[in-house]
């Protein structure tokens, strides 16, 4: 454990081959894309976040320093397509390929609109102080270097977990005794490297050929022994003793008795639903036994923890119940759940910068459902929707069917449209003028959020000018946060979208938020009436229409993927009518990869779980299996070219349907 304090990562065996550049280097500027420019619309930084102690320190640290360590961390900053750390001075490699690793977390810093040019000034003011000779483990680290770069991209500090390790570590006892020994391997390292130096001027560096690790360096001989006779002491001690009640309640349970009634349902599933359970997450396969039930269920019973978190710590202590309790008491819920889903995505590959992108889609879909089915903001929007008068009309409409194709469940969806299109919500292609209050003519660029419009979401703001008074200082923050969006009532399709699925969720559908990787947003939501996700846009008004984006609108769709509470699927063919040539347009990544991806989103999505929530998603899997829709004619409202929107815009994106878009390029 402490080895890998002290040690750099070496190989084991040789999976990918990656070049490093250093500042400094002749090819640095070119390589690193910064002599190439970002985009306008921002750019995203990511922590990555890399555990050296390859999954020991979480093993053994509070065994023998008496406090829990979950990992030795690295970190290095990802924006660009590029990942910068502090290696033997300021370095850079490919997003994905970093010779650390695969990172355990991915952690979202925010959107930067600093330049790419003033980024590369600001590493070459800095590089003086990240250098061989400035590196110290315990006070100037990657760790230090990752948190001044994102400060200066987004003014925002890394998380104090991660920064904090070494005081954290140096504050017990062991970690007093081992102080001096970690200084002097310091200096002698030191020592090295300035004996080393050459006295004459070298030649120009070459990119360094770096071997990725698959698994963490062990520590030294007289270490290791020293730990592994410290854990067998610490075996030895008494286990602590199992509480009778619960230590936390499950996220829907707000009594024991919930809980309790929640774990009944888990109980009486079927041995089929038992086995479509185990598929929904690779840590919950060992409900296929009996044994495997009965130890799950039991530990839900004494701790109270998600059963899927149980499951992880049941498979982490090798079907231990004593040592899964253990574990799982020593973090809240929370931590639990937030450090597994992260080691699911942590098992996604990435190769490229295509891949790293496709990822951030993902991710950022995810964070959204979350803050979708945030019960404040639920309740917000029941206080604007007419709930009594969409019910009342559902209910007249469902008795004017003349056979009952529909529920009045399904119906009121339909309502909700109706509403949410023609009585609440705005399209806005041109906001009006904050000074005159004339729409304004002509979007002059984008600019930085505030610190306000990030509290609600806004990764960027446009800029309009006005043509009557010529004003340029109309603000539009293009804001992501569906409470916030129930104040504004305006936008374009990623604001209805979101708020749309925020009153969906209010009235209790089961909701997907469903993003198409040619630039549009919709919902789904689940019909039990039908047995099957129904497509809904409230930007046209649409009701289980899914061809209308290519079939009406013209749109060359190519990924798909729709992401709710408890799944996220790749849905890209219940949108086409023709897969082969959707399948020749999908070249960000292999079938493969991109299916790794989207079960690895999904698993994160079931970690926390209660068990009702778990029964119903298994029902509802059996149910729909989530397959391609039948053949069938075109709707109408399938024909139609796209009704949101003037034509200017519509034109640009490409979706005035076949025929207007076909006069278009040829004009």
């Given at each position: 454990f402490l080895g890998s304090l002290t040690l750099q990562p070496q190989e084991s065996r040789t999976t990918n081959i990656m070049a490093v550049y250093m500042v400094g280097d002749p090819q640095w500027e070119n390589y690193t894309g910064l002599s190439g420019g970002w985009s306008e619309d921002g750019e995203r930084v990511t922590l990555n976040v890399y555990d050296l102690s390859g999954g020991l320190a979480r093993a053994m640290s509070q065994s023998f320093l008496g406090t829990q360590v979950d990992g030795i961390w690295h970190t290095g900053v990802a924006v660009g397509g590029r990942e910068w750390f502090f290696g033997g001075g300021i370095a850079c490699c490919p997003n994905g390929s970093s010779p650390y690793g695969t990172p355990v977390r991915r952690v979202p810093m925010g959107d930067t609109f600093i330049p790419s040019s003033v980024f590369a000034e600001f590493l070459a003011d800095i590089s003086p102080q990240f250098t061989a000779l400035t590196y110290n483990l315990l006070e100037h680290n990657c760790n230090n270097f990752s948190d001044k770069v994102c400060e200066f991209l987004v003014g925002e500090k890394i998380p104090t977990d991660i920064t904090g390790l070494p005081a954290q570590v140096l504050a017990t006892p062991l970690g007093q005794a081992f102080r001096p020994m970690i200084e002097q391997m310091q200096n002698n390292v030191l020592a090295a490297q300035q004996q080393a130096r050459p006295q004459q001027p070298p030649p120009p560096p070459q990119p360094v050929q770096t071997q990725q690790p698959t698994g963490a360096q062990p520590p030294p001989d007289a270490l290791e022994a020293m730990l592994r006779e410290a854990l067998a002491e610490s075996q030895q001690q008494d286990k602590p003793k199992q509480q009778d009640a619960p230590?936390?309640?499950?996220?829907?349970?707000?009594?024991?008795?919930?809980?309790?009634?929640?774990l009944k349902q888990l109980k009486a599933l079927t041995d089929d639903e038992w086995k479509k359970l185990s598929t929904l997450n690779p840590n919950l396969a060992l409900c296929s036994s009996s044994e495997g039930r009965d130890a799950l269920q039991n530990l839900v019973d004494t701790v109270g923890f998600p059963p899927t978190v149980v499951a992880y710590?049941?498979?982490?202590?090798?079907?231990?119940?004593?040592?899964?309790?253990?574990?799982?008491?020593?973090?809240?819920?929370?931590?639990?759940?937030?450090?597994?889903?992260?080691?699911?995505?942590?098992?996604?590959?990435?190769?490229?910068?295509?891949?790293?992108?496709?990822?951030?889609?993902?991710?950022?879909?995810?964070?959204?459902?979350?803050?979708?089915?945030?019960?404040?903001?639920?309740?917000?929007?029941?206080?604007?929707?007419?709930?009594?008068?969409?019910?009342?009309?559902?209910?007249?409409?469902?008795?004017?069917?003349?056979?009952?194709?529909?529920?009045?469940?399904?119906?009121?969806?339909?309502?909700?449209?109706?509403?949410?299109?023609?009585?609440?919500?705005?399209?806005?292609?041109?906001?009006?003028?904050?000074?005159?209050?004339?729409?304004?003519?002509?979007?002059?660029?984008?600019?930085?959020?505030?610190?306000?419009?990030?509290?609600?979401?806004?990764?960027?703001?446009?800029?309009?000018?006005?043509?009557?008074?010529?004003?340029?200082?109309?603000?539009?923050?293009?804001?992501?946060?569906?409470?916030?969006?129930?104040?504004?009532?305006?936008?374009?399709?990623?604001?209805?979208?979101?708020?749309?699925?925020?009153?969906?969720?209010?009235?209790?559908?089961?909701?997907?938020?469903?993003?198409?990787?040619?630039?549009?947003?919709?919902?789904?939501?689940?019909?039990?009436?039908?047995?099957?996700?129904?497509?809904?846009?409230?930007?046209?008004?649409?009701?289980?229409?899914?061809y209308m984006y290519e079939c009406g609108w013209g749109k060359k769709l190519n990924y798909i993927v729709a992401f709710s509470h408890d799944d996220v699927v790749d849905v890209s063919r219940n949108y086409t009518k023709n897969w082969d040539e959707m399948k020749t347009r999908r070249t960000l990544a292999t079938e493969d990869w991109f299916a790794g991806l989207t079960n690895a989103a999904s698993h994160c999505t079931v970690v926390g779980l209660t068990g009702s929530q778990l029964v119903r998603r298994t029902k509802r899997e059996l149910e729909n299996n989530n397959k391609p829709p039948k053949e069938v004619e075109l709707k109408e409202a399938e024909t139609q070219p796209r009704q949101s929107g003037d034509v200017e815009w519509k034109t640009q994106r490409g979706e005035m349907g076949a025929t207007g878009n076909l006069t278009e390029q040829e004009n």
């Open positions: 230590a936390f309640t499950v996220e829907e349970a707000e009594s024991y008795e919930a809980m309790q009634d929640s710590a049941l498979t982490m202590s090798n079907n231990d119940p004593s040592q899964a309790a253990c574990m799982l008491l020593e973090q809240e819920r929370d931590a639990h759940i937030q450090n597994i889903r992260a080691a699911t995505l942590a098992t996604v590959k990435i190769n490229d910068q295509q891949q790293a992108q496709l990822l951030d889609t993902v991710q950022d879909g995810l964070g959204r459902i979350a803050v979708q089915r945030q019960p404040s903001k639920k309740e917000k929007a029941l206080k604007l929707m007419p709930v009594d008068e969409m019910q009342a009309n559902a209910k007249v409409a469902f008795e004017k069917q003349t056979e009952p194709t529909l529920s009045e469940r399904d119906l009121l969806v339909k309502e909700m449209l109706q509403w949410f299109k023609h009585k609440f919500f705005k399209w806005v292609d041109k906001p009006d003028c904050t000074k005159c209050g004339k729409q304004t003519s002509t979007c002059a660029g984008n600019a930085p959020p505030s610190a306000e419009d990030k509290q609600f979401g806004a990764r960027r703001v446009e800029l309009w000018q006005c043509a009557t008074c010529s004003d340029v200082n109309t603000r539009y923050p293009r804001y992501n946060d569906p409470g916030k969006l129930l104040e504004t009532r305006s936008g374009r399709c990623g604001e209805w979208a979101n708020c749309f699925a925020l009153c969906l969720n209010a009235l209790d559908f089961e909701t997907r938020w469903v993003r198409d990787w040619t630039d549009h947003v919709w919902c789904e939501y689940y019909s039990d009436h039908q047995k099957k996700w129904i497509h809904v846009d409230s930007c046209e008004a649409a009701f289980d229409s899914p």
